[in-house]
């Protein structure tokens, strides 16, 4: 299946769209990220099943660090959604994130992570419908 430059334009930014909506402490911004029945999940740990659950864990300002860097955004591959024949894009991007102080002399600790995504396009444009977040870089 082929998608448009818009569509990959539109499909690169939800890495930032995701991680500024973290690092702001404004969840209802996800709702520009992820589909209604979306899951986020830790490989091997936690899940968040559906928007509300997750916009309910990612607007908590204990459970993230400072910030979130995305980088390393490309399509992986375009495959045939089963559920409606549409594309199914498959997303992998890496995240870079600082823990402390960010200032030159003491500076911040980093850790950092890996995300495969399952995008799809809605009525509303692409959204995430599956996240699989590992820590680490394999």
């Known amino acids: 299946m082929r998608i448009t430059t818009d569509d990959r334009l539109d499909i690169a930014e939800l890495p930032a769209r995701y991680a500024d909506a973290l690092d702001r402490l404004e969840p209802h911004h996800l709702r520009e990220v992820f589909t209604v029945?979306?899951?986020?999940?830790?490989?091997?740990?936690?899940?968040?099943?559906?928007?509300?659950?997750?916009?309910?864990f990612m607007g908590r300002d204990d459970v993230h660090p400072g910030a979130h860097l995305m980088t390393n955004i490309y399509i992986e591959s375009v495959t045939q959604d089963p559920r409606d024949g549409g594309p199914l894009v498959h997303l992998r991007s890496r995240g870079v994130y600082p823990v402390g102080p960010s200032d030159r002399n003491n500076p911040s600790a980093v850790f950092y992570g890996h995300y495969e995504d399952d995008v799809v396009r809605t009525p509303d444009g692409w959204r995430i419908r599956h996240r699989r977040y590992r820590h680490g870089s394999r």
Not at 38 to 48: C, H, N, S
Request: hydrophobic share 55%; charged share 25%.
């Open 37 to 56: 029945d979306a899951i986020w999940e830790m490989v091997g740990g936690l899940r968040l099943n559906g928007l509300d659950e997750i916009m309910a």
